[in-house]
């Protein structure tokens, strides 16, 4: 187990506190709580520990990632349906200024025509979606590589 | 090192041979090789092995992808600006029904705004942007835990 | 008086609240009060008890809708100004998985053209609006026939 | 049985002679002359009398409408596929000045994007949609409520 | 110092909270104390009280400004990234009935094409935007000419 | 008096030369002469020397434009109906560098949905509508504690 | 009184049978009877005779057309509602080769923005709307005057 | 001459009937009897006897469509103008449940852009234009080979 | 020759002043010249003194619409180019308060997209268009007949 | 057996070659070979001899389509996803100047919205989509009989 | 130096007078009139007299090109914001029939969306872009050469 | 002849092969050697060595412009159809950072609608359209003046 180097706050948007009960077809059948624990696991095998917050009010998404700055080193954020709608957290991700990475457990690009659009992309480094609970575990991933990368100075992806 | 159960083709579009001297502020420092390598690497630390190929022709990808099935356990694919306006590449995905993860090295969701669209979203089953060279190791994670749970019959996500 | 065999939840969204005080030439002079009462009224009259609650909220109305599972059998909802513009909403509504019903006092689609487009409208099984306070009357019923039609494994509308 | 105050005219556009027989995953099992019969009872028992109009023709229903004016006191109408094309069909309803309720079998705003417009609408103080042969029934007793609040000048949806 | 003769609500919308903290070369240095204290200032001295609220809930800045009705002459609104977004915002605004006008810090109509569309803009009486803290202190000015001119059944603008 | 400090121009667009007599129900009762004395005492009250330019051809704003270069420290424009399409104003604006603010009597985004989008708004550092003559001396204060904040290095809004 | 040397074809389109009777503040108070009557004067003034013809059905609308081919010399067609839907029509009035001029008694580019595209404006010589009645003798005397012009092999407009 | 096995009814519609006669550069010089002949020819060199009917009256054909339930194995259709515009023929042929073929004279996708959106093409099965008199032939014969397909249980396309 | 009741003003806008030499085949020969006589000709005939201006300047055009304010009763415009594009000009027919037609030699519904919005049409009264210099006349009439039925309180089109 | 008259090239593009393995529930169980062998015994029946061609590549299209000038009297193209997206295979076919037709086995008007548009329509004389293979026979059917009209002057669709 | 055959017009429109002053890292530091010097020189090198004009009034350019009709051979433009917006230009430039080349300082092209579509290119026989000063003798050469060829009935670009 | 001091690749696209045998009242009659041969000498006129490459595969023109990186100064490009439509090409000609000039022998700015976006435009520093062949030499004396501009430190434009 490495020392405990980086903070993560994993958000997780509307609806997702019903995960492993709703439309299992398209979400999976993994419990909120399960995928916290999986991504509290992988982060801890790589040095970091993981806050979790889930809520389905978009201002108190937004209140917990103020209350995320200074505080942790970046985030994960699946904004569930807020992701298609909302400049508020598009404006709070920025304002944060913590490196952030959008993640899915579905796969937005091949459903309806409106879920295409995320609002909140062009302020995040990167996105993970369409592995089911893995999203989060890939993007946590994603995200403590590029902590790493910026820390030495050196690009990600090419560390042995 | 686990014995090899699957094997991954890592198909890269136009201009990815220019990897490391193109843009490298949007697109990182890593040469192509050296994300083959590290993808290399990263397979056969989860039982896969992982062949690679580039092409600036739709039609080579095309080939290569039709070449694929029956001999390959899934896809990894960074289609570059070919995912923007392909048709026949989606169609060629879905025609070889292998799993198969869209990767970018940048992120496309916040450039400019016609590289929203993904032609080949549809025919995936997830996707991974924004991680530089790390993008294509995290697809390829996800698709190998994709293929995993298949196989046991699991869904993917809550191994430990 | 027949039986109490259902229960269902009338939701109402943002600035209902004021109804009976807000732009009465448009939303008519009864208050969430009165509307409450007659919609009791009405389902008592045909065997169901009726649970209301209003929040300006987007949250709330979630976290209302979340709790309702398994402890309502359908739902009707005036979602106000979120109607044309929470996602979140409409995956919720999907979440639940209860037999919803849109309703408006005003007729939507005879107004400004933002409100032509209902953004909870694919989640739900039926829609009223236009009738005033009555339009929470229709709506329950309608979703009171469908419950019943279901429940004796007929079709709707042929009822005696 | 109240006294017969009211006449109501019942419009169906193209296509819904079949009904019973058409697509019945969408549109139900009743056949029109059902649909007719319940519509009657319920306008009865209201105190209304009930006549029903059906043709494939867009100028028959428009000659249909005219030959209402001064004749009916309001219209029920389920324009068919002509909901979303007619513009003659909206200028007929203005031009009879009767107070018109548009009715839909199916959820129209769940369908094809095509069906989302309701030419009409602008013209129609109100609609019901999705309930299958009930939506003609509850579409009668919101114009009749309707009716009967205008008569005695109080608003709709208080009465007892 | 003039008498107290108007009280008006200032309203902050999401993210105003990090005002002097956040992206400073958009949105300035002022903190949300120093614009609220300015404001005061500057309603004091034309016979103003002030009172302020901020939130990142939408739902919130509803019930605060239903809590407006009856107790302030008029309303100052920097809606955030929900002036682009909130329907029931623009509702809100309508159902209380009083003067508002929208602020902006920055220019949004200078800045990316959502932000063009302010979708409370056509239930305000006018806006200010582009001049820092100084849009408030503008804006508030703005409202008590208002509030003076139809006082005294004259125009704005032409008091000496 | 404070001395005069900076000369600002204020350039009205076509038509507003009949104000006082055209739409007052939109534009008010002010005269262009009276809201040119406005603007000249409430200039004068600050240290601005303020002179005023009105024409019906977008020419001749350009050529009024261009000689205030190194003229003037500052531009108000209310550029009427010019303001939502005239890509040559606005290149004219950004070719002067001057810090340019716009203004209108009514408020544009309340209007005709051509009215929303302002051709010359990239242009300016911000915007006052809604006002009626007042939008003029609003938009001159916000001007000047713009001009003053840049002379003096602060920044605007908080100055006591 | 001139010699009859054309004969010209009036169409009326939907509910234009209801003229004097329908919104009259839109569509004025003369009744299609006494606008026959006024474009038979007018026709006979200029040596045409007019044949009138109204249907609320498109298909008897292009019957009539069809039958009008070499029977008279040019046509006047008022084609209400369809002038913005029918296809058909447009395609009639091409097949049938005969000058044709569209008309309306109100002035549709300033109404609704679905009549501002008329279907059938491509098959048409020219097009008068807005004057009520008189639009049809303005269009009647348009047509005679075209084809005076063209039998003489001289330009209309230039005759004394 | 196979014995008749197939019965098809050929539906043209509005404008049809002047075939020969209109815009020859587009339609051709083949007359609407010469068609059925020909349709007729065809089709009993396959076994099929062949109805054709006609009308310029939208209401018409869909009457028709009804009448052939159960009559006819299989529809061709050039409903002309309506194809760009009627959603009341879309929904006829779904209502039927026949085999349906799209057929047009020109090639509708290399004309007016409103005419490359065919309305009833999703009810359809296959499409054939742009062969003048041939397309209806062509039609028919895929028609046929689809019916003789589906009798056998085989595909279509490799009969010998 | 009646007495002279009327006062009109004939604008014509950028490049009528080339007519009879520009594009005959679009805008036949008649010159500019020879429309005035025309125009002042049947002006005369019915009681109307009627004045032209020309000019290529939205400015001067509107200038001169501005100058003819209490000194006209009426105007017709054929805006060349400037109809499609010039809000300012719209403001200026509303502002003068006269009433207004639209005309056009061409056909503009009929050519190009960009010719089918006419900028200025909701602030006229009625338009004619695509008789050449005839429309012009015809404009005048319509517009003379308004002013009559307006001045003797009846309606335009029925009299004798 | 007729002589040879005519030799047609069938030109097929991306993924074609995977017919019959490839989601036979859209594009059916013939594989390319049977087609083939199919269009080769319908063209011979009716003197024909015809060539074949697939390829993933857009380039190699375009250059067997040069190839083809002077050597083919016509051609019929499938051209796979390329329909949709690509201009340089439309400027390909008017560059040869021969008669071409286009096919698709399915029925892309009834399929997903980006597969309506077809990019190669306006070069192409016609097109026939649906039947499954025989799609290629029918559309060779369409080209030869429109060869041999042109050969003898007269015009297709009338023959015996 | 060659003898004059040629006249050639150099119309600059609005804000061009400032360069070499305005927004050099855009439109570069040559001044007007060493544009128009270097035009000249351009011109006399190839027997082309130039004349150069500029105006920031669209009214002004449109009379110069009046008067250049049977007075130059050609015209070189650079319409600077009114190439995107003025139909006025467009007329004026197809009125004069003279052939026109339209140019710019910078590549609008790889700028704002709204200066991607020219509003006279349909009127121009070509244009040149994106070469600062340079772009203006370019054009004219072009032009020289367009008139050249045309002169001895060649085509232009194969002269040695 | 001066000494080679550059040497310029020109790259052609599809169907260009075919140029002065494929639709010459568009593209003109010299062949591609012809304007290959033009080029080079335009190019040795001022000390520039002209390579040419054609090919009518994406794949391989972006291969070429891959090799040119590092060995050519510049780049002349008439992309032919895949202007429109290769986001591929555009990130080719990003990715090799060499000067790129873009041409076209015809107007697309003046043809169908779907040629006024140019795909490749944004990577480009200019254009020259319109001039048949010699937009090549055009382009290129562009691409040579801007390189000598740079070369010197001086702008282009002002040299004599």
């Given at each position: 187990m490495p020392p405990t180097r980086w903070t993560v706050l994993v958000l997780h948007g509307p609806n997702l506190?019903?995960?492993?009960?709703?439309?299992?077809?398209?979400?999976?059948?993994?419990?909120?709580?399960?995928i916290d624990a999986a991504a509290a696991r992988a982060g801890a095998a790589r040095g970091a520990a993981v806050e979790s917050?889930?809520?389905?009010?978009?201002?108190?998404?937004?209140?917990?990632?103020?209350?995320?700055?200074?505080?942790?080193?970046?985030?994960?954020?699946?904004?569930?349906?807020?992701?298609?709608?909302?400049?508020?957290?598009?404006?709070a991700i920025r304002a944060c200024g913590l490196p952030t990475v959008e993640c899915h457990l579905s796969h937005p690009a091949a459903r309806e025509p409106f879920r295409r659009r995320s609002r909140i992309a062009p302020a995040c480094l990167g996105a993970v979606s369409g592995f089911g609970a893995d999203s989060y575990v890939l993007a946590l991933q994603g995200l403590l590589a590029?902590?790493?990368?910026?820390?030495?100075?050196s690009e990600p992806g090419t560390t042995p």
């Amino acid at each position: 187990m490495p020392p405990t180097r980086w903070t993560v706050l994993v958000l997780h948007g509307p609806n997702l506190n019903l995960l492993g009960e709703r439309e299992p077809a398209i979400y999976g059948r993994a419990t909120l709580a399960e995928i916290d624990a999986a991504a509290a696991r992988a982060g801890a095998a790589r040095g970091a520990a993981v806050e979790s917050f889930q809520s389905n009010h978009e201002g108190a998404l937004i209140d917990r990632l103020h209350a995320a700055r200074g505080a942790v080193d970046g985030v994960v954020i699946n904004a569930g349906g807020l992701t298609h709608t909302s400049v508020a957290l598009l404006d709070a991700i920025r304002a944060c200024g913590l490196p952030t990475v959008e993640c899915h457990l579905s796969h937005p690009a091949a459903r309806e025509p409106f879920r295409r659009r995320s609002r909140i992309a062009p302020a995040c480094l990167g996105a993970v979606s369409g592995f089911g609970a893995d999203s989060y575990v890939l993007a946590l991933q994603g995200l403590l590589a590029h902590l790493e990368a910026r820390r030495v100075g050196s690009e990600p992806g090419t560390t042995p």
